[in-house]
């Protein structure tokens, strides 16, 4: 129902507007884009380096930049979304971004794309949470499902199709294109937001929580920064007195102070409405994110590091294996949305995650220092199924009981904690990796030396028993061409032998967590099919403000 323009839910029966999927189809758009970029960018790191002459950190930093502004700030644009309205947050979002790719596409030093990489971070930020709480302010609770099934397929699909597009835009264009590109996209959509998407607001009243804001921003900054960075910094000093470790205990402190802040604005307009996680299954929900996301972060990123470096697969032959993954998962995430219509998100969720485990378990059996592709295949299609299951069920069963006034509150929480829990799993996932690595390298780089004349094994076991960045060792400089081709040649078999058992031992410990997500399902709670939505709570409605 639509009053004054301004969209209400007030039956579980029918959409809030006349067009629910084409505005759901708009929204999307632009959330595709902002989680395309996050990965695009990667396949360009040994062409900005030769054309904007940046360092390899310099590179690193236009991608990490842009996925710590994306993360830290989803808790401030969600609640914003909620006071200044949803469709007015994603228009400044959408068109913030496109001025930011075409900044990115005319810089000509590495700072100018680093600045303007931060500034699609926050166009991103501001765009992302407002689809989460379109669903929930557009769709009633019998379609929801549906809904986040499309949310779920994009998910899966844009950090694959990610590399595919960057491979192909870079075979034919400049570098220049892969920001470019965003800009027409992103004009269209801003336009047909205006001219289909209804006026959504939440009804509260304008008001910021500015000590909030600083709060959650600098603890978060803390947080994700440490995580992100701590590896390059080999989790010491970063400089002088300040370490990666002080620098996320200072985060940790700073969002404990937000908590309690906001404990202490609870009648008044908080950032984070802490009557939210008095919803048992918004609590589970985001400690089944969290954990989620810690474990399946790690599939596409050690798979890629397989294909690439130990197998030596181009990014784009790479984006290629995986790209069925993708569309499996596409596929089978619209399907889960109505699954879990039916049967509610808990039992489709229990089931996709533990299939996912069973996935991951045959990847480690079937893989090998010397298969082919196709030997990825079967574990990649369980994979993609289950992973099709599990996005939009754990939204929906996170979302279910959520008050649609709270929605821009909800999601920014729910996928911060999401955005957190993947930062982790990339830190922890790669130091067991990489440790793994090393400990396998020291054992295989004295086997094959074996193979190599007496006077070179001691310098072939020197320089490929530890490795960095996950690649080859090169041989040295000073031997002959005779010695130089055994030596490169061993030394690719003892890292692709290692990187295949360090991935093993990966794989298995994300099924382990995967398994543990699992079991947390069950906390969820079904909740009672009825007709009409939750009535807010005291605290809630003493946020709330007439419909302007």
């Not at 130990?310 to 399907?335: F, K």
Request: hydrophobic share 50%.
């Amino acid at each position: 129902m639509e009053v004054i323009g301004v969209t209400e839910i007030k039956t579980a029966e029918a959409p809030a507007t006349e067009r629910p999927w084409l505005v759901l189809g708009i929204l999307c758009i632009g959330f595709f884009m902002s989680l395309l970029d996050g990965t695009i960018v990667n396949i360009a790191i040994p062409t900005l380096i030769g054309s904007l002459d940046a360092s390899y950190d310099q590179v690193l930093w236009m991608i990490d930049a842009y996925m710590l502004v994306f993360s830290v700030l989803l808790i401030t644009t969600g609640r914003l979304g909620d006071i200044f309205g949803y469709r007015r947050l994603f228009l400044i979002g959408i068109t913030l971004f496109a001025v930011a790719s075409a900044l990115c596409g005319l810089s000509a030093s590495p700072g100018q794309l680093l600045a303007a990489r931060v500034l699609q971070g926050f166009g991103g930020a501001l765009l992302f949470p407002q689809v989460i709480s379109s669903i929930l302010t557009i769709f009633p609770p019998p379609l929801r499902g549906r809904a986040f099934g499309l949310f779920g397929a994009i998910v899966g699909f844009a950090p694959i199709v990610g590399p595919v597009a960057g491979g192909l835009i870079l075979a034919h264009l400049s570098w220049r294109w892969i920001f470019f590109v965003n800009v027409p996209i992103g004009v269209i959509t801003a336009l047909l937001t205006l001219r289909y998407v209804p006026v959504m607001r939440s009804g509260r009243s304008h008001n910021l929580d500015l000590i909030g804001v600083a709060l959650a921003t600098a603890g978060l900054t803390g947080i994700v920064f440490g995580l992100i960075e701590g590896e390059r910094y080999n989790w010491g000093t970063i400089s002088g007195p300040i370490s990666v470790g002080s620098v996320i205990t200072a985060g940790v402190v700073l969002v404990i102070l937000f908590v309690l802040w906001q404990h202490r604005q609870k009648k008044r307009e908080p950032l984070m409405p802490l009557g939210l996680f008095q919803t048992r299954n918004f609590s589970v929900g985001n400690g089944v994110g969290f954990v989620f996301q810690l474990g399946m972060i790690a599939i596409a990123f050690v798979l890629v590091l397989y294909l690439q470096t130990a197998r030596g697969y181009s990014a784009l032959e790479t984006g290629l294996v995986m790209l069925p993954n993708a569309v499996l998962t596409a596929v089978g995430s619209t399907y889960a949305g109505r699954l879990s219509d039916k049967y509610g998100g808990k039992y489709v969720l229990m089931a996709g995650l533990t299939l996912l485990s069973a996935g991951l378990l045959v990847l480690v059996a079937t893989t090998g220092p010397h298969g082919s592709a196709w030997s990825l295949l079967p574990g990649l299609i369980i994979i993609g199924i289950a992973s099709g299951a599990t996005f939009a069920p754990l939204q929906q069963a996170t979302m279910d009981g959520v008050n649609p006034q709270l929605a821009g509150a909800a999601s920014g929480v729910s996928n911060t904690t999401r955005q957190i829990g993947g930062i982790l799993g990339t830190a922890v996932l790669g130091a067991l990796l990489s440790a793994r690595l090393n400990a396998a390298l020291a054992d295989e780089a004295a086997r094959q030396a074996a193979q190599l004349p007496s006077h070179l094994r001691d310098t072939f076991v020197a320089a490929t028993s530890s490795t960095e960045h996950f690649s080859p060792p090169n041989p040295p400089a000073d031997l002959s061409a005779g010695e130089t081709e055994p030596f490169e040649r061993l030394s690719n078999e003892a890292f692709t032998t290692s990187f295949t058992s360090a991935m093993h031992t990966t794989f298995l410990a994300s099924a382990a967590v995967l398994l543990a997500a699992t079991a947390f399902c069950g906390l969820f709670t079904t909740p009672p099919k009825d007709d009409t939505v939750q009535e807010p709570t005291p605290d809630q409605e003493a946020h709330s403000a007439p419909q302007d």
